[in-house]
């Protein structure tokens, strides 16, 4: 067998796999934080309840709808998009007008609600999803053995994030969307409907976190608490990535990712802090994050 | 119109008069905090003492935390980090040299908090906003990390049993009145410190840079040395607090280094009311009650979603907090 560091290539390849496979949850979560930012102004700290919401949407919709994981996938996102769209239009918008860390407190306060309810009814263990049979089994690369579930999680997430991408920066709805997050009043004053558009972005947003919500119940275990701290380590991606731009934050997400898996080989001590550590590494040599713009 | 009356008023009277006026108010602020002491003084003989030394602990971290948020405005996402050092330095040197006086731990568990403030305060002020808030969330979640893989800390069980000891060797800390008289002078040392810089010239820039930054700068004041040393004040506070909590409970836990925490001391300064004096004391308090009264009660499960709960209804419909509502009315009807 190969070895590289000292480590047999498969293993290698196959924690960069994981590493890839988190980096790609990392993309879609920071994704939708910087879409939401970027016109609202506020970070959305629900953003992790959000994702366990996607995930449970598709387990309690099996478990009593029989609803399989292929419609979950359509239809978990569109709930939590609604739900989305129901907290902005009914709650965020009152504290438009107010200093921005009030809505990372009251999405705080939703998170604590919403997780501390699906803790009072599932408890802390939380709930297993089953693998969708046709993703089921995997690819015999010769050096290394690749499940099929794993590279559908990694090629779903990339196709959204690249869609995400192409809808914002090339279609007309998505210039919208950049010129509200330029100057909102300007785009109110040449008739589009800036409160709409906020709605729908919110929605988006919390879309894209109950679309990666769905693809990570099969491999990870659906709790309560799934959220809330792969959400922090969201938060340090964002600092890195800096939220100026969104094809940064897809590749910072990827990146980030693919780090981690390659520490957890190295030296896998430091695999929960790597993240944090290169955001501290980042912020001594580039404030503004890697695709920030210096402000 | 009432407030067009009290301006008209204060431009016609006369220097002395004015003066006069303040001296009596500041006479009244005085037997205030005097009532206030003669009440901290006997409360032990009317409720557990215990409880007491949490809440005083729990108010001074909240002070601590009002520091930089209501006068600096600076939100800090980390302040558990700072709580939780100054508990397991504290913890751990009690626990190990048995011989240590309890004041020496104390100050080695803030001096490590303070440490730890200038190392986030350099990082955290580097950007504003929102990022700060995320990027010392990111921090306090690096050293939870830490805690959790130590050799120190003892993992998930945390320090157990770490020894009261003796304070300056003369006073017997198992004695739960002692301790509480104990807590209750760092309480007071620690709420003099912020008040004596709140009303410091120092803290008048605070204000401004928290008001306008560009200004500020403008008038050439070094703003981020401010906000660092703002920041590492209100760590050190921070980290005094939690050493004494140590002390009190005997115990540094993952608890008091999780998000959550830092989660807490926001509510409780929010709820009390961000920027006053007393706000975070009456939102610690309310908060530190509430969760006691609901462990023990059925809604023990909820009280994270009942924490939420008042979390959004105070951004909602209650900003001023508590003691801001009540200053308001005041300013109204007298």
């Known amino acids: 067998m190969t070895m590289v560091f000292g480590i047999p290539l498969g293993v290698l390849l196959g924690q960069l796999l994981l590493g890839l496979i988190n980096g790609a949850f990392y993309a879609l979560l920071s994704l939708g934080l910087a879409i939401i930012f970027g016109l609202l102004r506020i970070i959305n700290f629900a953003h992790g309840a959000q994702y366990m919401l996607g995930a449970f949407a598709a387990v309690l919709g099996l478990k009593y709808l029989g609803i399989n994981y292929w419609v979950a996938l359509i239809v978990a996102p569109l709930l939590v998009g609604a739900l989305g769209m129901l907290i902005e239009r009914g709650l965020l918008r009152r504290i438009a007008g107010e200093d921005h860390l009030y809505g990372l407190l009251l999405t705080f306060g939703l998170a604590l609600i919403v997780e501390g309810c699906f803790v009072k009814l599932f408890g802390v263990s939380g709930a297993s999803y089953p693998m969708p049979e046709l993703l089921k089994g995997g690819y015999n690369l010769g050096f290394m053995f690749l499940p099929t579930y794993r590279a559908w999680v990694v090629v779903a997430a990339v196709v959204v994030c690249v869609l995400t991408w192409y809808m914002i920066e090339r279609t007309r709805l998505g210039s919208y969307l950049r010129a509200g997050t330029e100057n909102p009043k300007l785009m109110q004053a040449f008739g589009i409907n800036v409160p709409l558009l906020i709605t729908l972005t919110y929605g988006y947003g919390a879309a894209l976190a109950g679309l990666a919500g769905v693809l990570a119940a099969p491999i990870y275990s659906v709790t309560p608490t799934m959220g809330a701290n792969l959400l922090i380590v969201v938060f340090a991606v964002v600092v890195i990535g800096g939220m100026g731009s969104i094809m940064g934050a897809i590749v910072t997400g990827l990146a980030m990712g693919v780090i981690e898996g390659l520490t957890k080989v190295i030296y896998p001590e430091a695999a929960n802090t790597i993240v944090f550590l290169v955001m501290v590494l980042v912020l001594l040599v580039r404030p503004a994050g890697l695709f920030g713009k210096e402000t | ?334």
């Open chain 2, 1 to 334: 119109m009432t407030n067009m009356h009290i301006k008209q008023d204060s431009l016609v009277l006369p220097p002395q008069v004015v003066r006069e006026r303040q001296q009596a108010a500041q006479r009244r602020k005085l037997w205030f905090y005097l009532a206030l002491f003669g009440v901290a003084l006997v409360a032990p003989l009317a409720v557990y003492p215990i409880f007491l030394m949490k809440l005083l602990c729990f108010a001074l971290f909240a002070c601590a935390f009002n520091l930089l948020l209501g006068y600096a405005g600076l939100l800090s996402f980390g302040h558990a980090a700072f709580f939780a050092t100054g508990g397991y330095i504290t913890g751990y040197l009690l626990s190990e040299y048995s011989g240590l006086g309890t004041e020496l731990g104390i100050l080695a568990g803030t001096l490590a908090s303070a440490a730890l403030g200038l190392l986030f305060g350099l990082l955290a002020i580097r950007r504003q906003g929102i990022y700060f808030a995320m990027i010392t969330l990111a921090l306090a979640q690096l050293v939870f990390f830490i805690f959790v893989q130590a050799p120190f800390t003892g993992g998930e069980n945390g320090l157990q049993g770490v020894p009261r000891g003796q304070l300056f060797g003369l006073f017997d800390l198992n004695n739960n009145m002692t301790l509480y008289y104990f807590v209750l002078a760092v309480f007071i040392v620690g709420f003099a410190i912020i008040q004596r810089t709140i009303h410091s010239p120092y803290g008048q820039v605070l204000r401004a840079i928290r008001e306008n930054e560009p200004r500020a700068i403008s008038l050439g004041y070094n703003v981020d040395a401010h906000k660092l040393l703002a920041f590492v004040i209100s760590a050190t506070l921070t980290g005094l607090a939690g050493s004494t909590k140590t002390v009190v409970f005997q115990l540094a836990s993952l608890t008091d280094a999780h998000w959550h925490m830092s989660g807490e001391v926001i509510l409780m300064t929010l709820l009390g009311g961000v920027g006053t004096v007393l706000g975070p004391v009456v939102g610690a308090s309310v908060v530190i009650t509430l969760q006691s009264y609901l462990s023990n009660g059925p809604l023990g499960e909820w009280v994270h979603v009942i924490l939420g709960a008042i979390f959004v209804t105070c951004v909602l419909l209650f900003r001023v907090g508590i003691v801001g509502w009540v200053l308001k009315l005041a300013k109204r009807n007298f």
